[in-house]
């Protein structure tokens, strides 16, 4: 039964361009969406013109799934790279909620790991320095991309630029690619040409002080 839903929820799969905006802050009557595949992350643009990342989104993960629920999008979503995704009406999850209570329960722990991570990642802007914030990151980016068959102990393909780790990260470019050649000189980590690659995970592991509980990869299951 699950499984019919999910197919039914995917039967709108569309493609969107790189570097426009998927969702705007601001926007109501949005559809929500299922990311198949490629990167996106969502944002906020302050009055300054600053931007501060909120969280990046990979395959499998639900877009634009708060705006729909609250009506207006408190943030903007857009694709970092080209990527393919399947657009779900209201009236979707709606007929899924009231259809197949168990999806309904992954949908509900899906927006509950989404709110962890960004405790987290507050915990993270406050009292982490920036050494451990970069750590910390790459090695939550390589467990949930791990969960989709993407990322290892190894280390995993990543699009992201030195911009993007800055404004999530609450660090300025220069300061991200100062950590990044430390990290690297220290026999840790390498972010090189699209690739971020685990020389020490266990060493990542210790100077992040990272404990991968929080993201709950035992949660319900549909099968």
Known sequence: MELAVLDRLHQRRRTFVQGIDL?????????????????VCSYKIQRDGSR?????QIPGDFLGLRSVLLHTSDHSIVPIVEIEAAEILVSDLLD???????????????ASRDEAMVVEHLVGLGQRDAEARV??????????LALVGLGSKAGFECPLTQYHLA???????VHVNRVLRR???EGLVTFRDGRVSFENYDGLVTLAEFDPEYLNHTGPLLS
């Open 183 to 185: 990290l690297r000189e």
């Open 96 to 110: 899924a909620f009231a259809h197949t209570p168990r999806l309904a329960t992954a949908i509900l722990w899906a």
């Open 135 to 144: 750590a910390h990151f790459f090695l939550e980016l390589a467990a949930r």
């Open 52 to 56: 501060q990342i909120v969280d990046f």
């Open 167 to 173: 404004d999530s990260l609450g660090l300025s470019a």
């Open 23 to 39: 969702v705007h802050q601001g926007q109501s009557d949005q559809a929500a969406y299922v990311l198949a595949e490629g990167w």
